[in-house]
């Protein structure tokens, strides 16, 4: 229902995004878009281009005095420093020299470089390395803020922390939501602010070391309605969708649903969340381990994922690799890094969480505008009022 096709190279002119199947009527702020790719930007561990650059959108068709039309939305982040890059990736013919400036022959462990290079039998990883590059979240961040406008209407919305950098981690236990307020005004998006301070440790370790650092993100969605999803079919289960869309992202590599990590090691009576309630109360559930999410459909409690980022690859004490043109031993090939993105890792985790729930949201109500789908919504959850409310 609703789709989007990022396009755009890391030091191109431009990051850009096309959305498509919002609804009529909602309200888009360019400031908000801004505000998100801004949190993108931030956090603890980032290296140089974060500081030179503040990413700003554009918005080039589908928004009108403020509200969606129902065409698709195109945006455009410019890349500023592309002008110091243009012969290099310019579309056009260039001499020799253009090509040699920037050349990358040396692919780093972990990163797309080698695998790219296979794939598309080219000898430059330059090639492969300016598409491969996170850069491109930020088209997904800008998309995913047209889709919290959206979720918004209806209710949802949606954060992120980090549960852990390194060894420095949040204790076990649920991170209520009321604390997420915090997160914004700590330099890694950590509720607790002594817990940051040893995940400030463990990035400045890493960096001294010339090392990398991953970690973990927890993603949550306040406000789904239930019934979002569906079980009968393997590709319309929303946990799957939400795990693929998670995984998607660069570096991670797993995605647990609630609770999910510890499935295999907790029996049945102490992992699923119990019903209680009467037709007094209504229905409700006392603990949230399956993060909202039963049989790939939503159950009403909040979504809760967390992913696991892998620490970069780009290390500026490398380790081995090869000259690809040679095949001598060489290091890898260091180009302008981060330490540690984990806490960027958690917004473009949020972008992505929304656009999947933006996605079953019209699935599930279908509508041309807003209105409908409020209308749509509206008759749903007092069929569910009707099943699972108070009588
Ligand atoms: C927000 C963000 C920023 C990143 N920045 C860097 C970076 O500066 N250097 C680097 O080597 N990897 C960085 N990465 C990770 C690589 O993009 C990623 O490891 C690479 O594309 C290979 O993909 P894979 O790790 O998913 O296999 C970043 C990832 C994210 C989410």
Redesign the pocket.
């Given at each position: 229902m609703l789709r989007f096709l990022t396009a755009g190279e890391s030091h191109g002119p431009a990051l850009s995004v096309v959305v498509e199947g919002l609804p009529a009527g909602v309200p888009v702020e360019r400031e908000r878009i801004d505000t998100d790719l801004r949190r993108?930007q931030g956090g603890y561990g980032r290296?140089g281009r974060m500081k030179i650059e503040t990413d700003t959108v554009e918005i080039l068709s589908g928004v009108r005095h403020g509200r969606t039309l129902g065409s698709p939305v195109g945006l455009l982040v410019r890349n500023l420093d592309h002008e110091s890059w243009r012969d290099v990736m310019s579309p056009d013919p260039q001499p020799d020299a253009a090509r040699e400036r920037r050349r990358l022959r040396h692919p780093?462990p972990?990163?797309?470089d080698l695998a790219g290079a296979l794939k598309y039998g080219t000898d430059d990883l330059r090639n492969v390395v300016e598409r491969?590059?996170?850069r491109e979240?930020t088209s997904r961040v800008a998309a995913g803020a047209l889709a919290r406008a959206l979720l918004r209407e209806v209710g949802v919305e949606v954060r992120s922390h980090v549960v852990r950098i390194g060894a420095a981690a949040l204790p076990a236990g649920v991170v209520a939501w009321e604390a997420l307020d915090a997160v914004e005004e700590s330099p890694v998006r950590c509720v607790d602010a002594r817990v940051a301070v040893a995940m400030v440790a463990e990035i400045d370790r890493a960096k001294k070391d010339g090392d990398?650092v991953g970690g973990v993100v927890e993603v949550i969605a306040r406000g789904v309605p239930a019934g979002l999803g569906s079980y009968a079919q393997w590709d319309r289960k929303l946990d799957g969708r939400i795990a693929q869309a998670l995984m998607s992202?660069?570096?991670?590599?797993a995605v647990a649903i609630g609770e999910g990590l510890a499935g295999g090691e907790t029996r049945g009576s102490a992992f699923h969340d119990e019903i209680v309630g009467d037709a007094e109360a209504g229905l409700r559930r006392p603990t949230n381990r399956a993060g909202g999410l039963e049989g790939g459909v939503t159950n009403g409690e909040e979504i809760r994922a967390r992913a696991v980022?892998?620490p970069?690859?780009?290390l500026l004490i490398p380790l081995r690799s090869v000259d690809l043109a040679t095949r001598e031993p060489q290091k890898a090939s260091v180009?302008?890094?981060?330490t540690c993105?984990v806490p960027?890792?958690g917004v473009?985790a949020e972008a992505m969480l929304a656009l999947v729930l933006a996605d079953a949201l019209l699935e599930k109500t279908g509508g041309d505008s807003l209105d409908e789908v409020l209308s749509h919504l509206e008759a749903t959850r007092a069929g569910q009022r009707r099943l699972a409310g108070p009588r």
């Open positions: 993108r290296g780093r972990g990163h797309a491969a590059s996170a979240t990398s992202i660069h570096a991670v590599k980022v892998k970069i690859p780009t180009e302008r890094s981060d993105v960027a890792a473009v």
